[in-house]
């Protein structure tokens, strides 16, 4: 199939999409701009990709086409359509390096989370034993003696 008859042939798909209520009629078939990236995703990651644009999210999409239905496969996280949406496709049909990289984000803000507990924690301790420390002479502290600032 020639490049020319390709495209009338996407277009067809995706007005036949639209009107059977399978896509959204919102989304914008993206066909060239000047990076040529749409026509690149194509020959460089999978021929069945086309590249939309969603006007309620602002954002471009990558849907798979296929023969009377299609898919979200993903949604680019920029603004722009350049070279960024390449690497981005090609990174993303790595799925082992995708866990891999999620696991460690993960990982990441659960010690984060850890160490805000800790200081928390550490800052608490540390006015009780200020507090303790000031009103040692008492035989039995006052009522202000187990209230913190945070309760």
Known sequence: MT???????????????????RMSRDLI???DNVHDIPRRIRQEVN?????????RTQKYEIHRLCRYMHTLELTLPFDGL??????????????????????????R????????????????TKELFTYCMRHSDKETWDEGAYTTRWV
């Open 3 to 21: 490049t020319r008859n390709y495209d009338i042939w996407i277009r067809d798909e995706i007005e036949y999409l639209k009107n059977s209520g």
């Open 29 to 31: 078939y993206v066909e």
């Open 47 to 55: 021929p069945d990709f086309i590249v939309m644009f969603n006007p």
């Open 82 to 107: 350049d070279s960024r949406a390449i690497e981005y496709a090609l990174y993303s049909r790595d799925v082992k390096r995708v866990r891999q990289d999620l696991e460690e984000h993960n990982a």
């Open 109 to 124: 803000l659960a010690k984060a989370q850890r160490e805000a507990i800790e200081d928390e924690r550490r800052i608490k």
